[in-house]
């Protein structure tokens, strides 16, 4: 494994984030907030010195893509402008490997919040499927907030949120009865999307609960949507 000093916590919380999206959304402790379509929201009511830190949980299922189509699309930097609508500048920082980066994003102001920025490691890994080899391998995307030298202290000015994001998909192929090649029309994504964010500063819970409503359906809805567009017609990447 790549000597990085952040390399074990990387190793670590993916595959926390891992076993905590295969969790699914059991126990009854989830409450469904959003749905459309195939997609549902849930969400946690959680506070944290006061603030809001509502853990959130997506599942979606979504047609003609790969789990590593999904998770690579979510990773790559050159991309997030055109999905993430809430993005006002992004830097990375550090790149550990092709398949790790550290990267500083500032978001837009989101009244009545104040203007957030948040650092993050970022990681995408095939896991391989031990279990039913029929399937096929697992993929994770996971972003985890960190230090890093060549970022802004940020004395007085914005606020730094806190995160843990992953993105976890699962293909499944239901192969053509006649035999015939396998294309996208014989893929299936299940994915199951987490994420905790701390905001840092004080926001009011009821404005912070009311920016999370509008604003992660709507993410999740356009970031999938932006996946099967860019991949259609294309090779398919398993
Ligand atoms: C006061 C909280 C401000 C705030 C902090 C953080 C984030 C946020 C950061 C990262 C990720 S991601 O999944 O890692 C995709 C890469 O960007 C998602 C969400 C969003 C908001 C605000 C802008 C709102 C929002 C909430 C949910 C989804 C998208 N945008």
Redesign the pocket.
């Known amino acids: 494994a790549p000597a990085h000093p952040l390399w074990p916590e990387i190793e670590r919380v993916t595959l926390e984030q891992l076993q905590y999206a295969r969790l699914g959304v059991e126990g009854g402790v989830w409450q469904l907030f959003a749905e459309d379509g195939e997609m549902k929201m849930y969400k946690r009511e959680e506070e944290v010195d006061g603030l809001a830190v509502d853990p959130l949980k997506a599942v979606h299922t979504v047609k003609g893509v790969t789990g590593r189509e999904m998770t690579h699309y ?1 990773f790559s930097p050159d991309v ?1 402008f055109e999905w ?1 609508t ?2 006002e500048q992004m830097k990375v920082l550090e790149t550990i490997a092709d398949d790790t980066l550290v990267i500083l ?1 500032i ?2 102001r ?1 009244w009545p ?1 104040s203007q ?1 920025d ?1 650092l ?1 490691w970022s990681h995408v890994r095939r896991v391989p499927n031990d279990t039913d080899r029929d399937a096929q391998d697992i993929w994770i995307a996971c ?1 985890h907030s960190t230090e890093h030298h060549e970022a802004p202290s940020n004395e007085g000015k914005m606020v730094r ?1 806190s ?1 843990t ?1 992953c993105l976890v998909c699962q293909t499944s192929i239901e192969p053509p009865s006649d035999g015939g090649p396998v294309t996208r029309d014989h893929l299936t994504c299940k994915i199951t999307y987490c ?1 905790v ?1 701390n ?1 840092g500063g004080w ?1 009011p819970t009821s404005a ?1 609960r009311a ?2 409503k509008r ?2 359906p709507k ?1 999740l809805k356009r970031f999938t949507q932006y996946v099967k567009d860019r991949c259609d017609k294309q090779p398919i990447l398993f």
Do not use: C, G, M, W
């Open positions: 979510f997030r993430e809430t993005l994003q978001h837009k989101v919040a957030r948040a993050f972003n949120v995160l994001v994420s964010v905001p926001v912070l920016v999370y604003e992660y993410f």
